[in-house]
């Protein structure tokens, strides 16, 4: 079992920046990767960031690469969302959710956080 807790949401003019941040318990020796993700009203939940946690590799969604940088640090072991330059369209509810060596996807999800972007 691993339990996450988002922070960090809010609201934001559009170009400014905020900090996500996701604090993990549990089996966390266990995760091989940790993503953001985020669902917009009316949309389908999206994968934005995610960073393999035992190389550091990381991967961005088209939209959001070269705004946002997703990091660990692994004595907090938290794991952050650097946004910077938001625009309207990353008004979502973001998520970080964790996926465990020997499953199949990511089964663990925190409760979400909101971001709200205004023109």
């Known amino acids: 079992q691993v339990q996450l807790v988002e922070s960090g949401g809010g609201l934001v003019q559009a170009g400014g920046s905020l900090r996500l941040s996701c604090a993990i318990s549990g089996r966390i020796f266990s995760i091989n990767s940790m993503g953001w993700f985020r669902q917009a009203p009316g949309k389908q939940r999206e994968l934005v960031a995610a960073?393999?946690?035992?190389?550091?590799?990381?991967h961005y969604a088209n939209s959001v690469k070269d705004r946002f940088t997703i990091s660990r640090d692994n004595a907090k072991n938290t794991v952050y969302l650097q946004m910077n330059s938001l625009k309207p369209e990353d008004t979502a509810v973001y998520y970080c959710a964790a996926y465990l060596e020997g499953e199949s996807g990511y089964d663990y999800w925190g409760q979400g956080t909101q971001v709200t972007v205004s023109s």
């Open positions: 960073i393999v946690t035992s190389l550091g590799t990381t």
